[in-house]
């Protein structure tokens, strides 16, 4: 069965960003984010570990992490624009169009996770968590950055008015979520309270709006509960248990069954349960809608 929302999503970003990483170098609101989530990210990461970048569009975050640590990223979005604009890093080499409900790899094979105002694109997060959780080696670490809705404290999750493919959730029930799809929550963080208070009054702040605003929530949240009403969670959580990665067999899984893919004739082929995956100018499309 069709989802909306994610034909939607897809759909927004493969006609509507055509040049998102051009966007990343420019937005005051994306370079912001940058500014807040790559050290954060960095400071969880240990030199050669392997993460997922979790529907994680055209990469700019993830090529400012891979040039700052020696670690390896794998890319995955909805969007097949997004995925080839990827391939502008030549250090974003291993990257897929892929569903975060239904990952192409095999379990335990990452020591990390990212995933960046993501979660709030489907109803629900969970089967996406679920995913991101067995694809981590124990112990394994997530980080998620997301943005959280004062509105829907009360209900948790309610949809956006003409927007299927955008919820809008609270920071309660996102890290509900987190706990119920198994991960242990390490540290919550809360980011954006000071231009959520103004972002009326100033309208699309400037870079140097939001480092003044940084400023004052760093006092700001020093008060108990103010940090919970940021505009930004910056959830980092954990898989239980310790232990290395393992190596993949094959780079990619069927996300259908999670058995090693195959190459045939040009193609990406299940042993399993027989199904083919197209291969588009080097790139795997390996979503199961």
């Known amino acids: 069965m069709r989802r909306i929302d994610k034909d939607a999503n897809r759909a927004f970003y493969d006609s509507e960003l055509p040049a998102e990483r051009s966007r990343f170098r ?34 700019s975050y993830a090529s400012e992490i891979v040039r700052r640590a020696d670690v390896s990223v794998v890319g995955i979005d909805i969007s097949e624009a997004m995925v080839r604009q990827r391939r502008e890093d030549d250090l974003l080499s291993v990257n897929a169009v892929a569903d975060m409900e239904a990952l192409p790899f095999e379990a335990g094979i990452f020591d990390a996770a990212m995933v960046v105002a993501a979660l709030h694109h489907v109803p629900d997060p969970i089967p996406a968590l679920r995913e991101i959780l067995r694809v981590l080696r124990p112990g394994g670490t997530l980080l998620a950055y997301e943005p959280c809705s004062i509105t829907a404290r009360r209900v948790g999750r ?8 955008e919820f809008a959730v609270s920071r309660p029930w996102l890290l509900a979520r987190f706990r119920d799809a198994g991960f242990a929550i390490q540290e919550v963080r809360g980011a954006n309270l000071t231009i959520r208070a103004i972002s009326p ?38 898989k239980s248990g310790s232990g290395a990665r393992v190596e993949a067999a094959a780079p990619y899984a069927c996300p259908r069954c999670k058995v ?30």
């Open 26 to 59: 420019v937005d005051p609101s994306k370079l912001h984010t940058a500014e807040l989530l790559v050290p954060w990210v960095l400071a969880a990461l240990n030199p050669g570990d392997r993460v997922l970048d979790v529907a994680g569009g055209a990469g």
């Open 201 to 238: 009054l100033t309208g699309s702040p400037s870079l140097r709006v939001y480092r003044a605003a940084d400023a004052v929530d760093r006092f700001a949240c020093l008060v108990p509960g103010l940090a919970g009403l940021g505009k930004v969670a910056m959830i980092r959580a954990s």
């Open 260 to 289: 090693p893919l195959e190459t045939a004739d040009g193609a990406l082929a299940c042993p399993s349960c027989s199904s083919v995956f197209d291969v588009r100018d080097g790139i795997p499309l390996l979503v199961l809608d």
């Open 158 to 165: 309610k949809g956006v008015a003409g927007m299927s493919h």
